[in-house]
């Protein structure tokens, strides 16, 4: 007995052990692996549908993520069917009977994750047929962005039959896909019919075009469906809101009012109302006329009434309050047009203030080279801004600038003077920039076009318009990657003009030249450009 208690005690110490030694496993490789289906009952593309539920089988756990925006049954059902997760299976139960002789597809858009990851499986239906025949027409093509021609993946596509086209915005569609990683998409199991088609990259994810955030694509003429389509092209824009509306309005701490709208304005313009007597108001609008920044000379109002024109036509009235004991504090800085602590050859040096500036004390004002002091300095004021200033000197190479404001240099509208401020700068040499000649041909004479020079990440650094073959000579372009893109001027404004949906108006065409253009270091470069009459 003995010795079966001392086996028994061994035994039971080792197997502590070995049950204290077990570890989670640490590291490995991150699960990317959506759910697959395993079983179907009964299988997809059934016939002579006769069942009132079906069950999905899966290889893993899953859950259904935003189940009542993401799935959805066409034809629609007055009472939905109610979807039930029963271990690794998914049971559809339907509530409302089936039309004879139908075609239903329930698409689980991105409904369908794994517990763990939330890896979706995108794009699965399950279509059936109540009667012989499952419709099988099918449309293709693919969603590229309107700005760069460049495919767009994840953006739902969806169609809606014309007679249902009044639902376009209100409410979702029940007949769509998911663009896969090159833009493509296909829309399947189709009746014939006439059809709209759309493409949404929406900001959530109810499938409804209702937020000025969001792109929306479209072809103009409906898709008459009585065979397989393909070879669509959806171009993604974003609309210029209609309405003009001010999306913030702000009274800053140091009394700058500031306005964002919805949209540019054209000739822009503030106006006052009420009994305040506002004198000589600095207005900034930015160049685009979207924002605008106002300061007002004495800041005395309890209510205030700005009204926004567009020329001299009112669009929005806004109204600001104040406290009568608000304060405001303020401090002078500025910005500057420097890249990298550098001017660019033949530029003035630019400042910018955070305030308007009532006066300039120039003898309070010093450039330096080390520690001496430089003469011939040139500063002028930038009108019609207040806060802009121009500092002109004949600039030299390998020369370390140091730019000293001092205390009460400056004077803002308010009385306020600046603080000590120093910049330190220097010239860029010239041999640090390439110059790009272009030769520009058009196949088409009566068009008009933009010529747009673009950087690595799709910022605008120069533009031209052309109206006739030519060569455009860009000088002094910093070194890097750029691209030439070319812009359709259908209504000859000098602008790119955007689609719009109401008036069935597509976005102008682009045309991105496909080499890359490499500027070098003090290096000339030639290239030539002919613009097809169809792009």
Do not use: H
Not at 6 to 11: G, H, P, S, V
Not at 211 to 231: H, Q, R, V
Not at 262 to 277: C, H
């Amino acid at each position: 007995m003995k010795n079966t208690y001392n086996i028994t005690l061994l035994f039971s110490i080792l197997l502590l052990a070995a049950c204290a030694s077990l570890q989670t496993p640490e590291g490995g490789p991150r699960d990317t692996t959506a759910p697959e289906v395993l079983q179907e009952k009964p299988r997809n593309l059934t016939t002579n549908f006769k069942e009132d539920n079906i069950q999905i089988t899966f290889d893993e756990y899953f859950k259904l993520n935003s189940e009542f925006t993401e799935i959805s049954i066409s034809p629609a059902q007055e009472i939905p069917p109610l979807f039930k997760i029963k271990q690794k299976s998914l049971i559809i139960d339907f509530k409302d009977s089936l039309e004879t002789n139908t075609t239903y597809t329930i698409n689980f858009g991105k409904a369908i994750q794994d517990v763990n990851e939330s890896n979706t499986l995108k794009n699965y239906s399950y279509v059936f047929a109540t009667g012989p025949e499952l419709d099988s027409l099918q449309i293709k093509g693919k969603v590229i962005s309107a700005l760069d021609n460049k495919e767009v993946k994840d953006v739902t596509v969806f169609i809606l039959p014309i007679s249902r086209d009044s639902i376009f915005g209100k409410k979702k569609p029940s007949i769509y896909t998911i663009t896969d990683s090159a833009g493509n998409f296909s829309l399947k199991n189709l009746r014939e019919d006439t059809y709209r088609i759309y493409a949404l990259q929406e900001t959530g994810s109810d499938r409804i075009y209702n937020s000025p955030n969001e792109e929306i694509a479209f072809l103009k003429d409906s898709i008459n469906l009585n065979k397989d389509t393909s070879e669509i092209v959806l171009k993604l824009f974003k609309e210029i809101p209609e309405v003009f509306r001010t999306t913030e309005q702000k009274l800053e701490n140091d009394g700058k009012i500031s306005l964002i709208f919805n949209k540019p304005i054209s000739k822009p313009s503030l106006t006052f109302l009420g009994n305040n007597e506002i004198k000589n108001p600095i207005i900034d609008f930015s160049s685009k006329g979207d924002t605008v920044g106002l300061w007002l000379r004495e800041i005395t109002f309890d209510s205030l009434k700005v009204v926004i024109n567009s020329d001299k036509t009112p669009l929005d009235t806004i109204t600001f309050r104040r406290g009568s004991k608000d304060e405001y504090k303020r401090t002078i800085l500025f910005n500057n047009n420097l890249s990298d602590g550098k001017i660019a050859p033949l530029n003035p040096l630019t400042l910018t203030f955070n305030l308007p500036i009532a006066k300039i004390d120039e003898s309070k004002i010093s450039l330096y080279v080390d520690s001496t002091k430089l003469n011939g300095l040139q500063i002028k004021k930038l009108p019609p801004s207040e806060r802009k200033y121009q500092l002109q000197y004949n600039w030299q190479l390998k020369k370390a600038y140091n730019l000293v404001l001092e205390d009460g240099a400056v004077t803002d509208i308010y009385g306020n003077t600046n603080k000590s401020l120093k910049l330190a700068f220097e010239l860029d040499d010239v041999e640090d920039y390439g110059t790009l000649s272009l030769k520009v041909s058009k196949a088409d004479s009566s068009k008009n076009y933009i010529i747009q020079l673009t950087t690595e990440k799709g910022d605008i650094y120069k533009e031209r318009r052309i109206t006739q073959n030519t060569t455009l000579e860009f000088n002094y372009i910093p070194t890097g990657k750029y691209f030439i893109k070319v812009i359709e001027d259908m209504n000859n404004n000098g602008i790119y003009d955007t689609g719009n949906l109401r008036l069935k108006l597509q976005p102008e065409k682009i045309y991105v030249f496909d080499k890359e253009i490499l500027t070098r270091a003090n290096w000339d470069r030639e290239e030539a450009i002919e613009i097809p009459k169809v792009f």
